[in-house]
């Protein structure tokens, strides 16, 4: 079977990150692939694994090539099936005889998917919606994701200039209002004694240092910016700490439940989906700062509580999230549709 990948996302993300586990798991599983990427340093690491890579612009001023050169590769490389993710990669889908198909991770526009075969996506939330916007249930597919357990010492504390004794609550994502850093900075003065690590980039940086400092927790917050040791960051805190406002999946619950660190997360959309209240995870109403402060108190003063949750989520991990179960899945969803087009072949 013969599988081209088209990604012309960012450079971080969550899908971007899920992107680059899944295309080496494929090819270790035996799948033959070719990349089709952004020009991006994941050209670098893709071709480490012996997957065919291939480098196009994906937009930008003057730029009215891609779709052509995309074309080509295709004609060339004779693909059993096309996996585009997200919309512009989808826009610019190649034609010809083979399956065309989509993975998203969020609620977007469907213009951008109107030439698919068949729509993936990683929560059974995404694929009703997909489902409501005119899609037929058989088109649609939900395949979670995967994050690996792989296990890295604690970040030095000492470091980032926080007390070994301290409560450590940690946050990951992008700087940015959907993902309401600014409400873990608020719950914060609500928790007495602990620090605060974010682990992320954006454009928010400067307002989130400016509510801290007016707030008066400037110095229990952290920011480390961007980072590829999340492990590390896992095995250092105490609590995983989700506020966004808008989430569609959450790749980080599934993180923090690999890594075994409890959860207290306010219930956006994927995480009202994974978590199961009080078992593997604390939810708290969206944009509820008493709320969500009252949930950290209760695992930090609750010693035996937040390792049950932690137990909960590590078994919540293992029976759905791990890299062997989600290959599967994927493997199954090629057989099917590849029986599928054979059968409307004949």
């Known amino acids: 079977m013969r599988l081209m990948q088209i990604m012309a996302g960012a450079k971080n993300g969550g899908a971007e990150n899920f992107f680059m586990r899944l295309a080496p798991a494929l090819a270790r599983a035996g799948i033959k692939q070719h990349i089709v990427i952004r020009s991006h340093e994941r050209y670098k690491t893709l071709s480490q694994y012996g997957i065919m890579t291939s480098q196009l612009k994906f937009g930008g001023k003057l730029e009215f090539f891609t779709k052509g050169k995309l074309q080509k590769l295709a004609d060339q490389f004779k693909p059993d099936i096309i996996i585009a993710w997200m919309n512009r990669a989808s826009a610019a889908m190649p034609s010809g005889d083979f399956i065309k198909t989509a993975r998203l991770g969020g609620y977007y526009k469907m213009k951008y998917?109107?030439?698919?075969?068949?729509?993936?996506?990683?929560?059974?939330?995404?694929?009703?919606?997909?489902?409501?916007?005119g899609w037929d249930r058989d088109k649609i597919f939900y395949l979670p994701n995967f994050v690996d357990n792989q296990y890295m010492p604690p970040l030095n504390r000492n470091g980032f200039n926080t007390p070994q004794d301290a409560p450590l609550l940690l946050g990951l994502g992008r700087l940015h209002k959907n993902k309401a850093f600014d409400i873990g900075i608020e719950a914060l003065v609500k928790i007495p004694n602990a620090y605060y690590w974010i682990a992320g980039n954006g454009d928010e940086e400067a307002a989130l240092k400016a509510q801290a400092d007016k707030l008066g927790v400037s110095d229990r917050v952290r920011f480390l910016g961007w980072r590829d040791d999340v492990p590390a960051l896992f095995s250092a805190a105490d609590i995983f700490l989700c506020t966004s406002r808008h989430e569609p999946l959450g790749n980080m619950l599934i993180e923090a439940w690999a890594q075994e660190t409890p959860i207290a997360s306010v219930a956006?959309?994927?995480?009202?989906?994974?978590?199961?209240?009080?078992?593997?995870?604390?939810?708290?109403?969206?944009?509820?700062?008493?709320?969500?402060?009252?949930?950290?108190?209760?695992?930090?003063n609750d010693k035996p509580l937040a390792v049950k949750i932690a137990t909960a989520g590590a078994k919540s991990y293992q029976n759905d999230y791990t890299e062997a179960k989600v290959i599967a899945k994927y493997l199954e969803f090629f057989k099917n549709i590849l029986e599928q087009q054979q059968l409307e072949q004949q």
């Open 113 to 133: 998917y109107k030439n698919c075969d068949y729509l993936i996506g990683n929560t059974n939330d995404i694929c009703n919606y997909l489902h409501g916007e």
């Open 268 to 300: 956006s959309q994927g995480p009202k989906q994974l978590i199961i209240n009080g078992k593997n995870g604390l939810l708290s109403p969206i944009d509820d700062v008493d709320a969500l402060a009252n949930s950290v108190n209760m695992l930090i």
